[in-house]
C-alpha cells in the first residue's frame, strides 16, 4: 500500500487545516495509522494515531484538544483535523500504517507517505 498526505500549505496561527491521507494500491483495512510531524532540525514525532476500524484513538500530549484524527475506511483515507494552529505546529506531515507495537513510536509503522509541509504564520 502507498500513502499520500494531502492538505499542506500556510496559515495563520489560531486557524485551522485538513490533511488527508488516501491509500492506494491496497488499503487501509484492518490496520491502525497514524501522523508523525517533522520540525527543521527535529526528529520525527508522533502526532496522532487511530485504531481500525477506528475505536481508538493517541494522541500526543502537544495537541490533545487541538488535533483530532479520523478515518474513512470507504474512501481508504486518514484525516487530520487541526485547529487552534500554533507556529510551532509548523512541520512536515506524515501518515504511515501501524503494523505492531508502540503506537507513539515510528519504527511500529510502515508503508510511510512523502509528507505534506505546513506552515502556521504568526
Known amino acids: 500500500v502507498q500513502l499520500q498526505a494531502y492538505g499542506g500549505g500556510l496559515v495563520q496561527a489560531g486557524g485551522s487545516l485538513r490533511l488527508s491521507c488516501e491509500a492506494s494500491?491496497?488499503?487501509?483495512?484492518?490496520?491502525?495509522a497514524g501522523w508523525f510531524r517533522q520540525a527543521p532540525g527535529k526528529e520525527r514525532e508522533s502526532v496522532l494515531a487511530?485504531?481500525?476500524?477506528?475505536?481508538?484513538?493517541y494522541y500526543a500530549e502537544s495537541v490533545k484538544g487541538r488535533f483530532t484524527i479520523y478515518r474513512d475506511n470507504a474512501k481508504n483515507t486518514v484525516y487530520l483535523q487541526m485547529n487552534s494552529l500554533k507556529p510551532e505546529d509548523t512541520a512536515v506531515y506524515y501518515c504511515?500504517?501501524?503494523?505492531?507495537?508502540?503506537?507513539?513510536?515510528?519504527?511500529?509503522?510502515?508503508?510511510w507517505g512523502q509528507g505534506t509541509q505546513f506552515t502556521v504564520s504568526s
Open positions: 487511530i485504531s481500525w476500524p477506528g475505536g481508538s484513538t
Open positions: 494500491g491496497g488499503t487501509f483495512s484492518n490496520v491502525g
Open positions: 504511515a500504517v501501524h503494523r505492531s507495537g508502540n503506537v507513539y513510536v515510528s519504527g511500529s509503522y510502515d508503508s
